[in-house]
């Protein structure tokens, strides 16, 4: 393609900015290529509407597996487990207590996952003394019928504490330890 001066209609090659004979300057010519319009815009617009739809969705989704795993990780088992060690640390006040002339309540420890652990020390008797079968008979039934029903544990309950007595004898030796979960005294 060539361009016309139109100072002195010379032809001129498409790259010249002025006229090779009179210096004049060229008027800029704009070359407009054009597309067939309905395929190629349809072409184009279908992916740009299924890139921003996969987006959306993948926004979404991310937001919410962030959000679900915040609230996971960081606020429900972390609030729970910091509020029951401000609970043991508030019984742990008053310790050692004792709680009649056989036990003593020694001290409370919050662990993870929900559980609150009451270290006791059975006071008169050594490991060796003790019939076992009987301790956990005298023991364990009142405790699991405590936890059910005494007003000053609901929120304990409410909130799915797991409960650890942890027993020693005299002498500092472990002599037994009985778990109450969730499901023990959510049954009738």
């Known amino acids: 393609m060539e361009i016309v001066c139109p100072n002195c209609e010379t032809k001129n ?5 002025y006229c090779s ?14 597309e067939p319009s309905n395929v190629s815009n349809e072409r184009n617009e279908q992916p740009k509407k299924k890139l921003k739809g996969k987006a959306l969705v993948g926004f979404i989704l991310g937001f919410l597996l962030f959000f679900g795993l ?3 990780f960081f606020f429900a088992p972390a609030d729970i487990d910091a509020e029951l060690a401000k609970v043991a ?3 742990n006040k008053n310790c050692p207590m004792v709680v009649d002339q056989e036990i003593r309540l020694d001290n409370t420890a919050a662990f993870p996952n929900r559980t609150l652990q009451y270290n006791y020390t059975i006071l008169n008797y050594e490991k060796a003394e ?9 023991l364990f039934s009142g ?9 000053d544990m609901k929120a304990m309950r409410e909130n799915e504490i797991t409960f650890n007595y942890y027993y020693k004898d005299k ?7 009985y778990v109450v ?8």
């Open 130 to 138: 003790l019939d076992i079968n009987v301790v956990e008979r005298t």
């Open 13 to 17: 090659e498409q790259t010249s900015k």
């Open 171 to 177: 002498m500092g030796a472990f002599v037994t330890k």
């Open 181 to 188: 979960t969730p499901e023990m005294y959510k049954e009738n």
């Open 143 to 151: 405790i699991l019928e405590n936890i059910k029903t005494n007003p």
């Open 70 to 72: 915040s609230q996971y």
């Open 21 to 34: 004979s009179c210096g004049y300057q060229l008027p800029k010519v704009e070359v407009v290529v054009e």
């Open 89 to 91: 640390s508030e019984i």
